[in-house]
Structures are given as C-alpha cells and as structure tokens.
C-alpha cells in the first residue's frame, strides 16, 4: 500500500534566466548548517562549471539536499535558459512541487510561462517566490496579478491556483509572508516548503521502480544515474533489470554496486534507500535518462516525455589551416569524436553524427548557446578544430512542404530604438505580433520569427539598441518554410598571403573596413582578417612592407596610426561567419577564414554556382 514520507521533500526551483534562482539555493544551503560558521563559501557554489560561474547562468540540474528540523529536502536547482529547456522537463519528473522564483521587477517572462507550464501538466505543487524585493524599482503587487493571470492562461486548476506566495531577498537571505512583514531569515520560506509541497508517495514492499531523470559523468566511476525511488526500496549489491518506456524491447540485468544520497552538496554512500528518496547509482556502463531501474521480477517501465529535438546543427571538423596542429594538444578526427562521443554521456539534448567525410561530424543542438557552451568547454581542454556556420534543420510535412524551427521572440527595449528592431527583425522574417509600452520608457515587442533569422542577431541587436535592450527567445515548433533571409550585408577582409602582419600592411588595409587582427599576428592566405564596409569580399596584403630609397628609411613607420583591431568574442565569431566560412578553434586563438583558401578555386567555384 502506498505511504507519505513525512520526513521527506523533494522540490524543484525553476524561473527565467537570472531571476536569481542559484543565489536562493545558496541561502537555503548556508541558513540550513550546511557550511560550518567559519567555512568560506563560493558565491553561486552550485555553479560548478567554469562557464556557469563566468557567464551566470545554469547549465545543467544540481541536485543538493538540506534539513530543516526533521525533514530532508531534496532541491533540484534548474537551468533558465531555452537552450536548456531539456534538463528542466526530465528534472520536474523527480518532484512533487516547485518553487517558481521571480523577479520582482522583471515579472512574468517568457522562460518562466515555458517552466510553469511544464510544472503544471505534471500537476506539480506550486510555490510562488518573487525575489529581488530589495531592488529600488521593484512593484511586487503588479508581479502578483501577472503571476495569477499567467496561472489562469495555462488553466491551472483551482488547487494550484490557490498557491502560496513568498517575498524574498536571496542576495540579503531573507524571506517574508506578507509585505509589511519584517525580514529576519530564510524561515518563512522552509516552513513553506513543508507546509505546501506534498510528501513523497509510494509503497515500501511493492518492487523497485526508479526513474532516471540525470546523468552525471565522473572519470573514476563512468556514469552516474540519478532519481527518485518511485516504489519499493533499492539496495547495494541488489539484482536489477534497466528497461524503457521508449524502447520496449530493452531488458538489460545489472547489479546495483554503489548508491549515494545527497546531502549538502556531497554525495554520501549509502547501503539502501526507499520510496521517495533521491538516489544516485554508480557502477551501470550504459544507463540512459529515461531508464527505469526495476526489480527482475516485475519489469515495468515508468513513462516520461521525450527528449525535446535538436533545431540547429554545426560541422565540426579537423582543422586544416596553414596553422594547424601548432596550438592545440587534441587535433586529430579520433580525439575529435571520442570528445563528441563522451558529451552525449551527460547532454540528451545533442546528436552527434558522423558524415561522409571522416574528419567531420555532425552536431546538432538546441540553439546556438548550447553549441557554444560546448565549442568553449572543448577549447579549453585544449582541442583544435574548425566549425562550420549554424544551420537549421528543416523537416518536411506531409505534402512534401518544407518546414522549418520557429521561435518566438520577447524584446524590451527603450522606445526610441522600437522601430529599428522592427525594421531589422522583419528583414529577417519576423512578424510582429504585438507591441506594449511597459514601465520606464520601455516597449514589450513580441515576434514570430524563424530561428535562422536569430542567427547571428544578437550582436547586431546590441549594437542597435547602445546595450540596454532585453531579448528572450523560446522554441515555438515547426512553421511553413519563410523564404530566403541575406544574414551578413558586409564582405570580409581576406589575407592574400602567408606571413606576419605589419603595421604597414594594415594601415593600408584599414581604410578599406574594420580590421580583426593586430601587427605581429600570424595569418596565411584566404584568411579573414577583417570586415569591409561594402558588401563583396576583397583581399588585402597585410604582411606588405615599405619598399626602401635613398631618401627613406624602413624605420619611419612610427608615425602610422593603427585604429584598434575589433576584438570578437566566440559568440561573435560564430555570429559574423557566412557560409562559405569557417572558425578555427584552438585553446590561444579564435580565426575566421575561408572553406576554400586558394584564391582562383574561390572564385570559380563562386562562379559555377
């Protein structure tokens, strides 16, 4: 028969990205005695990645647990990002409610409709922290009814609307009831959390079943599968079978060799767990999100949703540049794949496939942050290797029609640039589909708009809003083909020769457009090594020098001023790169260059097309 675990919470903290999410967990793992008083805390100590703390942003699930008085909670600290939507629809599977944060004064935005929206078919327990009370401009009142309706537009039932709400400072750690309230702690908050999120259901003497929703990768132990015991109890050295609700003719026995629960943020061994408890097992090769771990005796595979589909796809392949192999430690096809090969171990959401060619592979994800995200993390392990521009991937319907992603796009922007992002963004298919002023001088913009005509937008939004506008995108499904989109109105700089660049050679190159590169850099022909201000490529010799007389000296060249070079971020590279482009990427560099380097093949090649 099933029972509650009273001492038992499980709970997810979902929101739009930077509303402030890990800093809460961070409270509630600091006010809960996790950390010994003395002990020095990393801000954001969830965000164990590199990238995660440069960027601030969250990109996979954590799992971490805390107790108050009795009870322990499990909380899963998710992803805000769309790119990342995958992680936060497998993780939801492992709860039995959320706490949904937002932002005080940014309120209802459009990540935070896609997570609730998720939280509410599973008929999750929902509650309601708006956070950032503390800033100057924040109107909590307002965010209150734009929460509600948001509740009321995805029909929630009348049990989840009549969700509890929460007013917290993560950054001060306090959390209070009512607004006039005074803060002292984060309190208010837990005794929340065990009063409206449910306790874990199941029945301790039915067989094993767990679910599970995340995969971590660990060198010394391979992979590690992660989830709630759904019913029964599982224990070390206990015989298991993995099937799946997707694939139903996987039966694969295996033997359970360590278990971990959480605790703070380690993973502690433990010897058995039961119903409702959130597990991590070691010691199974190819255990898959999706798995069910059962007892032999009664195999039956717990349903959940498909992993969401890859929109974008990107070559990576060997590099094969004048400079190859000088920069990089990993710069084989081998190294390549078996890098490719071991990302699939913990991100669902990427395909990796091999093509034709050996030296290059297929990857495809869920937009163009995940693919960069993954680019950056390569390079600084010290792999080489070139990508191609991002395209989308197209399907077809049944009538043979061409279909292609879409997604919608939720712009704020000062008023007085409103018409140049309308202008810009119906150039690249978009459709306005509605326009409200909003608090402070700003306009909400809302489009419909291909994904490829996102690609490469952002740089070239930020320049056209001086940096104070807000773009937010989400995945919208598939929509007819739109037609052609010209994405680069500029040509590039191409370096007509091998060798060092001079200052002579640039300032001659300069007044033909903006230049990438600066004196003493190494550059080879069919190289780019800058923008022009008109729209055909032109090659220019940057290794020239100033031919010697009798009345000059090759020293005079002190008095060229050089214009700063335009430094471009990965992000940006991978924004300007055309079609018939690549981007060489090594741990020290990052170079824009021609598929074809020799000039005359170029240029007949352009000719036959």
Same mark, same amino acid.
């Given at each position: 028969m099933n029972i509650n675990r009273e001492d038992v919470r499980n709970v997810a903290i979902i929101a739009h990205v930077d509303h402030g999410k890990t800093t809460l967990v961070d409270e509630l793992l600091k006010q809960s005695g996790v950390f010994r008083e003395n002990q020095e805390v990393a801000e954001r100590v969830m965000d164990s990645n590199d990238i995660e703390r440069e960027r601030g942003i969250t990109i996979l699930s954590k799992n971490t647990a805390v107790y108050y008085k009795d009870t322990k909670i499990n909380i899963i600290d998710t992803p805000g990002h769309a790119d990342f939507g995958g992680e936060v629809e497998r993780v939801l599977k492992m709860v039995d409610g959320v706490i949904l944060v937002v932002d005080a004064f940014e309120g209802a935005m459009p990540q935070t409709k896609f997570v609730l929206k998720k939280a509410l078919e599973l008929d999750l327990s929902v509650i309601v922290c708006i956070n950032k009370i503390d800033r100057p401009e924040a109107r909590p009142t307002e965010v209150i009814d734009e929460i509600?309706?948001?509740?009321?537009?995805?029909?929630?039932?009348?049990?989840?609307?009549?969700?509890?709400?929460?007013?917290?400072s993560a950054k001060s750690g306090h959390a209070i009831l009512e607004l006039d309230d005074s803060p002292e702690n984060m309190i208010p908050l837990f005794e929340t959390i065990i009063n409206h999120i449910p306790a874990p259901t199941g029945d301790p003497d039915a067989d094993t079943q767990i679910l599970i929703s995340t995969i971590d990768y660990n060198e010394y132990v391979g992979r590690i599968g992660i989830g709630k015991v759904d019913n029964g109890k599982i224990k070390v050295n206990q015989e298991a079978v993995l099937v799946n609700a997707h694939e139903p003719d996987k039966k694969k026995k295996v033997k359970i060799s360590k278990l971990y629960e959480f605790d703070g943020l380690d993973k502690v061994e433990v010897n058995e767990a039961s119903v409702g408890s959130i597990v991590a097992i070691s010691g199974i090769a190819d255990i898959h999100i999706g798995d069910t771990v059962c007892s032999p005796e009664n195999p039956v595979a717990i349903p959940f949703q498909k992993i969401s589909e890859p929109t974008i796809s990107m070559q990576f392949m060997v590099n094969d540049s004048p400079l190859a192999g000088q920069e990089g430690k990993f710069v084989t096809s081998r190294h390549i794949r078996d890098r490719l090969m071991r990302e699939l171990n913990t991100d669902v959401s990427l395909r990796v496939e091999e093509t034709e060619n050996a030296d290059s592979f297929k990857v495809s994800g869920r937009g163009e942050l995940h693919l960069s995200v993954l680019i950056e993390n390569m390079r600084r392990e010290g792999f080489e290797f070139a990508v191609s521009k991002a395209e989308v991937l197209y399907k077809e319907d049944e009538n043979g029609k061409k279909l292609e992603p879409m997604e919608l796009a939720y712009i704020d922007v000062p008023e007085e640039f409103s018409g140049t992002v309308i202008e810009k963004l119906s150039a690249r298919k978009g459709e306005l589909l509605n326009m409200t002023a909003s608090n402070g001088g700003y306009t909400r913009l809302e489009f419909s708009i291909p994904s490829r005509g996102l690609i490469g937008y952002r740089g070239e939004f930020m320049t056209s809003t001086k940096g104070n506008g807000i773009?937010?995108? /989400?995945?919208?499904?598939?929509?007819?083909?739109?037609?052609? /989109?010209?994405?680069?109105?500029? *040509?590039?700089?191409?370096?007509?020769?091998? *060798?060092?660049? /001079?200052?002579? *050679?640039?300032?001659?190159?300069q007044e033909r457009g903006t230049l990438f590169i600066g004196p003493g850099e190494k550059v080879y022909s069919g190289m780019v090594v800058g923008q022009n201000g008109k729209t055909d490529d032109v090659e220019v010799n940057v290794c020239k020098t100033k031919h010697l007389t009798n009345t000059r000296s090759s020293g005079s060249d002190e008095a060229l001023k050089l214009v700063p070079k335009r430094i471009l971020s990965l992000e940006q590279c991978l924004e300007f790169i055309d079609t018939d482009e690549l981007l060489e990427v090594t741990p020290e560099n990052l170079r824009i260059r021609k598929k074809i380097l020799d000039p005359t093949l170029r240029k007949r090649s352009k000719f036959n097309k």
């Open positions: 509600l309706e948001l509740f009321i537009e995805l029909d929630a039932s009348d049990e989840q609307l009549d969700c509890p709400f929460v007013f917290a773009i937010n995108t /989400i995945f919208n499904g598939y929509g007819p083909y739109k037609g052609d /989109i010209q994405y680069r109105k500029q *040509g590039s700089l191409i370096a007509f020769e091998a *060798g060092e660049a /001079i200052t002579y *050679g640039l300032f001659n190159a």
